[in-house]
């Protein structure tokens, strides 16, 4: 199953880190952009996917995984969509676990239609994990569970945004906040699919921006394997995360998407190699506060 696999990559690397792909025109560097026509969605699309190639070969040996946020894409059309699932194609190729950030869901029949698409062996759009919103219950799931044994969906629980308390915090009659609720049910849905790592193939999306949360939601999914948002640019730091985790300094994978991929704005150093310099000043960080 692939937390298993992802738990033994970021073994090897000792690094917990997901780098977001979320990559839109004006985070490819001008060394990339000036040989594509970048006012067209073909030649930004062309571009992106070729910044996206760059930075796969060069954090592939020092990252594990890869998140790759659908919105940019579709922001350009058909090419922007073509550029998407290259990404990911080629992220598989180099070996790193591929995230598809899409949050689908939607009544069974339908989410059916969305795991085909994403979760299926040689799918069109093909991803090893999905995010999905498990808002619909149980029926808008299970689809996504079923369709595959192998891979997985982080389905969001607690979100990085400042405004998800507005829902996500509300207080149930029995006492419990919404998140713990859905918590409950995403640990409870992951039960039939326990890798050999002891996580479920239903993670979980808990925002490193929320630490006392995100700790409370980790004693109550001893199961759940957790994608944690908001490292970096959000505004959360290595010590923040620290309980999300499990203690042996695992469980959980962390994104950071413009803190790395448009590191290159804050040096006059090449974009790439300030990627992989961003990378690994955040596996630093991470490994001064984490087990690894």
Same mark, same amino acid.
């Given at each position: 199953m692939i937390f298993d696999t992802l738990a033994q990559a970021i073994g090897q690397k000792k690094n917990p880190t997901c780098v977001g792909l979320d990559t839109q025109k004006t985070h490819v560097p001008e060394e990339i952009a000036q040989r594509y026509d970048m006012h067209t969605q073909a030649g930004a699309a062309d571009a992106i996917a070729a910044y996206n190639a760059a930075l796969i070969e060069a /954090?592939? #040996?020092? =990252? %594990? !995984? =890869? $998140?790759v946020q659908v919105a940019y894409y579709e922001t350009l059309g058909v090419p922007g969509m073509q550029a998407f699932? $290259? +990404?990911l194609q080629m992220a598989k190729q180099a070996g /790193?676990? +591929?995230? !598809? #950030?899409? $949050?689908?869901n939607d009544i069974a029949s339908t989410a059916g239609a969305y795991a085909a698409a994403y979760l299926a062996d040689n799918a069109p759009m093909e991803t090893d994990i999905l995010t999905i919103n498990p808002y619909l219950g149980e029926d808008g799931v299970l689809p996504f569970l079923q369709a595959n044994s192998e891979k997985a969906v982080f389905a969001l629980v607690k979100t990085s945004n400042p405004s998800s308390v507005d829902v996500q915090d509300l207080r149930l009659a029995d006492g419990r906040t919404v998140f713990e609720a859905v918590g #409950?049910? =995403?640990?409870?849905?992951g039960r039939a699919n326990i890798g050999t790592c002891g996580y479920s193939n239903c993670g979980a999306v808990v925002g490193a921006t929320h630490p006392t949360q995100g700790a409370l939601l980790r004693k109550? &999914? %001893?199961? +759940?394997f957790f994608l944690l948002p908001g490292y970096g640019a959000q505004g959360a730091s290595a010590k923040d995360i =620290?309980? &999300?985790? #499990?203690?042996n300094g695992g469980g959980a994978v962390v994104n950071n998407s413009r803190g790395i991929i448009a590191a290159w704005r804050k040096t006059d150093k090449p974009a790439v190699e300030a990627?992989?310099?961003a990378a690994q000043r955040m596996q630093e960080d991470l490994a001064?506060? /984490?087990p690894l």
């Open positions: /954090l592939r #040996d020092i =990252v %594990p !995984a =890869v $998140k699932v $290259k +990404t /790193l676990i +591929t995230i !598809a #950030d899409c $949050k689908r #409950d049910l =995403v640990e409870s849905w109550r &999914m %001893p199961h +759940t =620290v309980g &999300m985790f #499990d203690e990627a992989v310099e001064a506060h /984490l």
